[in-house]
C-alpha cells in the first residue's frame, strides 16, 4: 500500500516499537521490510508517540493530555522535522491502530499539522485515502434548539 501511495519514508510514531500480535511490526523486522521495498524508515516515537515520559502528560485517570503534549518543545521540535522531511519526500506516519480516529496520531499528530495548514491524508485499510481538514478539530458549537 505504501509503495502505491508514492510513499518514500515511513516514519514510526510508536511509543514502543514493537507487536506482540503481528511481529513484522517489530520494529527491525518492519524497517527490513521497508528497505527491501526501497522505503526508508524513520522513528520518531520517543518525541510523536502517544504514550510519552513525564506525569505531567496524564491526567488522573491515566489518559494522555493531548493538550498539554502539543505545547511540549519536544514535541513542537519533532513536528518541524516532520514537516522539514515532507518537504523533500512523500512521508507517511503509523502507530499501531488500524484505525485512525482511534490513534494519536489523528488526536495529535494530524490535528497540530491541518492546524498549520499541511493536509493530511490517511491510508485506510482499503488502500482509500481519506483527507483531514481542520474543520475535523473545531470544537462542536452548542446547539440552539
Request: hydrophobic share 35%.
Amino acid at each position: 500500500m505504501l509503495a502505491r501511495h508514492g510513499i518514500e519514508t515511513l516514519v514510526d510514531t510508536r511509543s514502543q516499537p514493537f507487536s506482540r500480535y503481528s511481529p513484522q511490526f517489530n520494529q527491525e523486522a518492519l524497517r527490513n521490510s521497508l528497505a527491501s521495498a526501497g522505503i526508508a524508515y524513520a522513528y520518531m516515537g520517543g518525541e510523536l508517540g502517544g504514550r510519552p515520559q513525564g506525569a505531567e502528560f496524564y491526567y488522573a485517570e491515566g489518559r494522555v493530555d493531548y493538550d498539554r503534549l502539543a505545547m511540549a518543545p519536544f514535541y513542537l521540535s519533532a513536528i518541524e522535522r516532520l514537516i522539514e522531511l515532507g518537504k523533500s519526500r512523500r512521508v507517511a506516519f503509523m502507530c499501531s491502530e488500524a484505525d485512525y480516529h482511534n490513534c494519536h496520531r489523528y488526536r495529535l499528530i494530524t490535528r497540530t499539522l491541518v492546524q498549520r495548514q499541511i493536509p493530511v491524508e490517511h491510508i485506510v485499510r482499503s488502500g482509500d485515502i481519506v483527507i483531514s481538514s481542520a474543520e475535523e478539530f473545531e470544537p462542536e458549537q452548542p446547539s440552539l434548539f
